[in-house]
C-alpha cells in the first residue's frame, strides 16, 4: 500500500509541474507530455531522491531559460517561439536518466552507488550545457572549441568563458545537491559527478561543432548521446576511484 501511495504521489506532481508548465508556455502540449512521461518514470522507477532532483533541475532549467529571455529574443537565441520547450527538448535530456532509473529497477538496487554517480552525471551534464547554453550567450567573445576561431554567441561547438565558467558552477552545485540528498554527506566524490558533467559537456561541443552543424545528428540527439556518455564516465571514474 506504501509503495502505490508513493506511485500515485509521483503521478500527482509530475501531472502538475506539467500541465502548469504548459499553462505557463514552458512546454509545448508534447512537451509537457513528454516531462510527464520522464518524471514518472524515473519517480516509479527509481527513487524519490532521483525524482526529486529531476524535479529541481527541471524546473532551474526552465527559470533560466525565461532569465534574460527578452535579450535572446532580439539574438534569435531563443527556445520555441515563447521559450518553451517541446517534446524533442525534454526527451533529449530525459532519456538518460530514464534509462538508468530502468536498469536501477530490474537490478534490484544492485550497483545502487554506480548507478546513483551515474544518475547525478547526466544530470551535471545536462545541467552544465543548459546554463552554458543559455548565460554563455551573453558572452560576446566565443570561439569555435575545434578551431579556436571566434565565432558569433549561440553557434554549435562554440565556446567562452563566462559560459564555461557558469556550467562548472552548475554541474558542481547539482552534483553537490545530489550527494547531499542521497548521502546525506558531503564527500570527495562530489567531484566525480562534477568532472562527468564539464567533460559532457565539453563532449557536447564538440559533437554540435563537427557532427551537428553539419546535418548528421540534431541538437536533441546530441544532448542525449552526451549525457549518457557523462552517465558512463562517471561510473568508470567511480570504479577506478
Not at 508534447?30 to 519517480?43: D, K, P, Q, R, Y
Request: some cysteine.
Amino acid at each position: 500500500m506504501e509503495m502505490l501511495l508513493e506511485i500515485a504521489i509521483v503521478l500527482l506532481i509530475s501531472a502538475l509541474l506539467s500541465f502548469g508548465g504548459w499553462k505557463l508556455n514552458l512546454f509545448t502540449p508534447l512537451g509537457s507530455l513528454a516531462a510527464f512521461i520522464t518524471g514518472s518514470i524515473v519517480g516509479v522507477f527509481g527513487c524519490v531522491e532521483w525524482f526529486i532532483l529531476l524535479m529541481v533541475f527541471t524546473l532551474a532549467g526552465l527559470a533560466t531559460t525565461k532569465a534574460h529571455y527578452k535579450e535572446k529574443v532580439a539574438k534569435g537565441l531563443q527556445e520555441g517561439q515563447r521559450g518553451e520547450r517541446t517534446h524533442k527538448n525534454v526527451l533529449g535530456v530525459g532519456i538518460p536518466p530514464c534509462s538508468i532509473a530502468v536498469v536501477s529497477f530490474f537490478l534490484g538496487g544492485d550497483y545502487s552507488d554506480i548507478l546513483n554517480i551515474a544518475f547525478i552525471s547526466t544530470l551535471a551534464v545536462a545541467a552544465a550545457d543548459t546554463i552554458a547554453s543559455e548565460i554563455g550567450t551573453r558572452d560576446s567573445r566565443v570561439w569555435m572549441i575545434t578551431t579556436g576561431k571566434r565565432v558569433e554567441p549561440g553557434i554549435n561547438g562554440g565556446i567562452s568563458v563566462l559560459g564555461t565558467i557558469s556550467s562548472l558552477i552548475a554541474s558542481f552545485l547539482i552534483s553537490l545537491l545530489a550527494m547531499v540528498m542521497i548521502e546525506q554527506s558531503v564527500s570527495i566524490l562530489v567531484l566525480i559527478p562534477t568532472a562527468a558533467g564539464m567533460l559532457g559537456n565539453i563532449l557536447d561541443s564538440i559533437v554540435g561543432a563537427t557532427l551537428e552543424n553539419n546535418g548528421h545528428i540534431s541538437k536533441y540527439g546530441n544532448n542525449c548521446i552526451t549525457a549518457i556518455a557523462g552517465a558512463i564516465i562517471g561510473a568508470v571514474m567511480y570504479i577506478l576511484i
